[in-house]
């Protein structure tokens, strides 16, 4: 089966930045979406950024304009390219895949901003 295996998270001051990665591997059907989820104290898990096989992106109306998502098909890999780094951006987040047949997530990393 499809593992996903995340890297990228720490602390970081507000302002900065983190790339978090997301390696793919197994079977991996297309069509398919992968994206990012998190989840902070006290709140809804929240998709956050996502792109389709076809390069088609979405992005929360919270990080438009300082999150990128991105993918390299030879890796098998997503990132999420964060800028701009405020508190409230301070969660837990899972790399996600959904296909026809599968709906597959990461381990989780941990993004903490401090102010």
């Known amino acids: 089966q499809v593992q996903l295996v995340e890297s990228g998270g720490g602390l970081v001051q507000a302002g900065g930045s983190l790339r978090l990665s997301c390696a793919a591997s197994?079977?991996?059907?297309?069509?398919?979406?992968m994206g990012w989820y998190r989840q902070a104290a006290g709140k809804q898990r929240e998709l956050v950024a996502a792109?389709?096989?076809?390069?088609?992106?979405n992005y929360a109306d919270s990080v438009k304009g300082r999150f990128t998502i991105s993918r390299d098909p030879a890796k098998n890999t997503v990132y999420l390219q964060m800028n701009s780094l405020k508190p409230d951006d301070t969660a837990v987040y899972h790399c996600?895949?959904?296909?026809?047949?599968?709906?597959?997530w990461g381990q989780g990393t941990q993004v903490t901003v401090s102010s």
């Open positions: 996600n895949l959904k296909t026809y047949r599968l709906d597959s």
């Open positions: 197994g079977i991996i059907f297309r069509p398919n979406t």
């Open positions: 792109i389709t096989s076809g390069g088609s992106t």
